[in-house]
Nanobody, 128 residues
Framework: QVQLVESGGALVQPGGSLRLSCAASGLTLYNYAIGWFRQAPGKEREGVSYISGPYRRTYYTESVKGRFIISRDNAENTVYLQMNSLKVEDTAVYYC?????????????????????WGRGTQVTVSA
């Protein structure tokens, strides 16, 4: 049974940092693309970042470029999202999702419908 468990969400002041973790069980993370998505109240779910499987290609949505860093530890079967210089507009529930890496096929990993497995989310609140 595949499980993704997010952790690391918290209340933080603007300009602060958080590191989110997505711990996977029931699958070998090396073969999977992992995406981070977020959803703020009253807004649609937004793709924030992803990291592909073996080749570790990364993507960031424009609003987080230069502030967020995605990484993976295959030995720990965990993907991280380091979030720096946090802004009030980063406030949302953050979800990680997994799908088998399609190894070069034209797949849109920014599209939430691409993903097969989802965690339950972790709340990030940025407020003074």
């Amino acid at each position: 049974q595949v499980q993704l468990v997010e952790s690391g969400g918290a209340l933080v002041q603007p300009g602060g940092s958080l590191r989110l973790s997505c711990a996977a069980s029931g699958l070998t993370l090396y073969n999977y693309a992992i995406g981070w998505f977020r959803q703020a109240p009253g807004k649609e779910r937004e793709g924030v970042s992803y990291i592909s499987g073996p080749y570790r290609r990364t993507y960031y949505t424009e609003s987080v470029k230069g502030r967020f860093i995605i990484s993976r530890d295959n030995a720990e079967n965990t993907v991280y999202l380091q979030m720096n210089s946090l802004k009030v507009e980063d406030t949302a529930v953050y979800y990680c999702a997994a799908t088998l890496d399609r190894m070069g096929l034209p797949v849109d990993y920014t599209d939430s419908t691409t993903y097969d497995y989802w965690g339950r989310g972790t709340q990030v609140t940025v407020s003074a």
